[in-house]
């Protein structure tokens, strides 16, 4: 498998494949990766909001940092590789997508499944009595507070994104319904992630080890590129394949 055509080819004779993103796929619609060369974690205080025993100390921290990247986010919409995804879908060919992406840019574009392995702010949990609200719900709480923080309406507690903090647990449900999936699928398109974050980048090699293929596109090598079929850089490259290859039914 040399080219992108014949990716296409690959796609085109499996019944059965699956997706997993990274964040590589949503810098095209604005939003800065975290471990590139100009990504979000260059700066220290961006690299520390995810930090779970943080929040609990200050959770302002994270909400400040968060403003652009999970909230206020409305001028940002899927990009080319959002709609290729659900195109394959549409096509009967993506049996699911597993993404490390916690922007929900696939479940805007129409993707079903989708197993967010590192969570999502749809629903926000407080972390004292355990009250659910929805992220519209949020934001309406955020702007009535000062220093921007949601806090509890039926305790006075902090409520906090169902997004997998560092120290937390990935949400069970999400990853072994991934698991799941990469065991049963003949193709797994890994794009745009860089396979650095554990246990997540456990999930592609399944396919490999189930006796399926794997193909990365991705802007620079990852350790599991040995493991992979073909590595392409260029994902807008592969959007645009994908959507002359597969036009709509």
Same mark, same amino acid.
């Given at each position: 498998?040399?080219?992108? $055509?014949?990716?296409?080819?690959?796609?085109?004779?499996?019944?059965?494949?699956?997706?997993?993103?990274? @964040?590589? %796929?949503?810098?095209?619609?604005?939003?800065?990766?975290?471990?590139?060369?100009?990504?979000?974690?260059?700066?220290?205080?961006?690299?520390?909001?995810?930090?779970?025993?943080?929040?609990?100390?200050?959770?302002?921290?994270?909400?400040?940092?968060?403003?652009?990247?999970?909230?206020? !986010?409305?001028?940002?919409?899927?990009?080319?590789?959002?709609?290729? *995804?659900?195109?394959? $879908? #549409?096509?009967? =060919?993506?049996?699911?997508?597993? &993404?490390?992406?916690?922007?929900?840019?696939?479940?805007?574009?129409?993707?079903?499944? %989708?197993?967010?392995?590192?969570? +999502?702010?749809?629903?926000?949990?407080?972390?004292?009595?355990?009250? *659910?609200? &929805?992220?519209?719900?949020? %934001?309406?709480?955020?702007? =009535?507070?000062?220093?921007?923080?949601?806090?509890?309406?039926?305790?006075?507690?902090?409520? =906090?994104?169902?997004? &997998?903090?560092?120290?937390?647990?990935?949400?069970?449900? @999400?990853?072994?319904?991934?698991?799941?999936?990469? $065991?049963? *699928?003949?193709?797994?398109? %890994?794009?745009?992630? +860089?396979? !650095?974050?554990?246990?997540?980048?456990?999930?592609?090699?399944?396919?490999?080890? @189930?006796?399926?293929?794997?193909?990365?596109?991705?802007? $620079?090598? &990852?350790?599991? #590129?040995?493991?992979?079929?073909?590595?392409?850089? #260029?994902?807008?490259?592969?959007?645009?394949? *994908?959507?002359?290859?597969?036009?709509?039914?």
């Amino acid at each position: 498998m040399n080219t992108m $055509q014949d990716l296409m080819c690959a796609i085109r004779e499996s019944e059965r494949i699956a997706v997993f993103s990274g @964040a590589g %796929v949503s810098t095209l619609c604005g939003i800065p990766d975290f471990r590139g060369a100009n990504g979000l974690y260059r700066d220290p205080n961006m690299a520390r909001m995810f930090e779970i025993d943080l929040f609990d100390r200050d959770p302002s921290f994270f909400y400040r940092y968060a403003n652009g990247l999970v909230y206020n !986010t409305e001028t940002i919409h899927p990009g080319p590789v959002h709609l290729a *995804v659900k195109r394959l $879908q #549409d096509v009967g =060919k993506c049996a699911g997508v597993i &993404t490390q992406n916690i922007d929900c840019l696939h479940e805007r574009a129409g993707s079903d499944p %989708v197993f967010a392995v590192h969570g +999502s702010a749809v629903l926000h949990h407080c972390r004292t009595c355990g009250d *659910v609200k &929805t992220f519209d719900e949020i %934001v309406a709480l955020r702007a =009535k507070a000062e220093d921007g923080v949601p806090h509890c309406v039926k305790c006075g507690g902090v409520y =906090k994104p169902d997004i &997998t903090f560092f120290g937390e647990a990935l949400p069970e449900a @999400a990853f072994y319904g991934a698991m799941r999936l990469a $065991q049963e *699928v003949e193709l797994m398109l %890994v794009l745009g992630s +860089s396979l !650095t974050v554990s246990p997540a980048n456990s999930i592609p090699p399944l396919t490999v080890r @189930a006796g399926g293929r794997m193909v990365i596109v991705n802007a $620079q090598p &990852t350790a599991y #590129d040995g493991m992979a079929d073909a590595t392409f850089p #260029d994902l807008k490259e592969f959007a645009d394949a *994908v959507m002359e290859a597969f036009p709509t039914l």
